[in-house]
């Protein structure tokens, strides 16, 4: 059996055998570099389908981060929307299967860009403008979604978030200043600026 870290393989595809539809173990596992700490690998099941798993990072984590449970959450809202989302196939809460929860989704062809090298090497100057088309676009669809309509209007606080966005801004600058012994006038007159001009 292939040592993947991060992963009870063996009880990671008995979970999925059990609890996901149309997937077929033993896979293939191959790492999904470039991302900085989720573990996430690309699978591919006896039957040439495709996923990807991901799990946090191993290690102490703060208590709200690498939620794998929101990003499923969100996935799975997204689906039959104008966004355009892999598919959900499973989320396993129960961390006795490999350490931490962990999710599957379906596999989308692309490539990820990590530079400004990335660009030019991949896209022509069309392509690009129409990939800067297509973020917009994908943004906009992101905006029309009620959250309420497709089950993620518990999801998070939508009031008072730009109030609590500036409030923890603000705070991490003067929680550092003493420690960095660095202070900039700007920052407080941005922050009065901002907090004058909160849209509602």
């Known amino acids: 059996m ?11 595809e008995a979970w999925v055998l059990d609890n996901v539809e149309g997937l077929s173990p033993p896979f293939i596992w191959t790492q999904l570099t470039g991302g900085h700490s989720n573990l ?3 699978l591919v099941d006896q039957n040439e389908r495709r996923a990807v798993i991901r799990r946090p990072p191993l290690g102490q984590l703060l ?15 997204l689906q039959g929307t104008s966004v355009p989302v892999p598919q959900a196939f499973g ?3 129960d961390e006795s ?22 660009v030019e090497e991949w896209l022509d100057q069309d392509a690009r403008v129409a990939m800067g088309h297509s973020f917009f676009d994908t943004l906009a669809a992101l905006h029309s979604v009620d959250p309420d309509e497709v089950g993620l209007g518990r999801l998070g606080r939508p009031d008072g ?25 700007r ?8 907090v004058d001009s909160i849209p509602e």
């Open 40 to 42: 996430t690998y690309a």
């Open 91 to 93: 989320f396993c809460q």
């Open 97 to 118: 299967v490999t350490g931490a929860n962990f999710y599957l989704m379906s596999m989308v062809e692309g490539r990820t860009m990590f530079s400004a090298d990335d």
């Open 161 to 185: 978030y730009v109030a609590r966005q500036l409030r923890t801004w603000y705070g991490s600058w003067l929680a550092s200043t003493e420690g960095a012994n660095y202070d900039d006038d």
């Open 2 to 12: 292939v040592e993947i870290p991060g992963y009870d393989v063996s009880k990671v």
């Open 63 to 77: 208590p709200k981060a690498h939620d794998m449970g929101r990003e499923f959450t969100v996935i799975q809202g």
């Open 187 to 194: 920052i407080h007159e941005l922050n009065t600026f901002l």
